[in-house]
């Protein structure tokens, strides 16, 4: 008998002592930011960068109304996606930006800007016109990269928001530079 009480001892410690904790959560990581997710963000903010200088002129300087509007449409979207790029680069602690200062595709030159600065009407429009043509077809190709190959989501979410934007932008475009 005193076997059965010490085996129902047993049997009800265990029935009332507390339940093993359960195992740990699996620890969600957000995707590292690989070098096409660093190299992206780095020359969009330039190509932005330098693309604003252009656009910021033209209130004063052309001579349509629908392109002064696209102008500074497609302004306020680079200032936010500037913001939204700085941020990745902050995230994936990149360094300094190589591509500030670099004349490449789809950014106006120095020599552009400055032109860009003394024309005004429909000679600032046609400076205006090739400089957002060439930075938006550009920016479209350089994001479409981003989307192939990059890691991270906030850089590829962006990337899919930057694509939708362009599409837009280009065909508002065409519609205003026939």
């Known amino acids: 008998m005193r076997g059965l009480v ?7 410690a265990a029935c009332t002592s507390e339940a093993p904790p359960p195992p740990p959560k699996p620890v969600v990581t957000v995707a590292a930011y690989n070098p096409t997710d660093v190299a992206w963000a780095q020359l969009m903010a330039a190509m932005n960068e330098r693309v604003l200088q252009v656009l910021d002129l033209a209130p004063g300087r052309t001579a349509d109304p629908a392109l002064a509007d696209l102008a500074g449409s497609v302004g306020r979207g680079h200032r936010d996606e500037l913001a939204r790029l700085r941020a990745i ?11 500030e200062g670099h004349d490449m595709p789809g950014m106006p030159t120095p020599i552009v800007i400055e032109a860009a600065a003394r024309a005004k009407g429909k000679a600032f429009d046609k400076i205006l016109v090739k400089s957002l043509k060439g930075h938006l077809d550009q920016s479209a190709m350089v994001t479409a ?15 899919a928001d930057m694509t939708a934007a362009r599409t837009e932008q280009l065909a508002a475009l065409s519609g205003i530079a026939r």
């Open 89 to 99: 680069l902050t995230s994936a602690k990149a360094g300094p930006n190589p591509h």
């Open 145 to 159: 990269s981003e989307q192939k190959a990059g890691a991270a989501r906030e850089a590829l979410d962006l990337a």
């Open 6 to 12: 010490l085996a129902a001892l047993i049997f009800a």
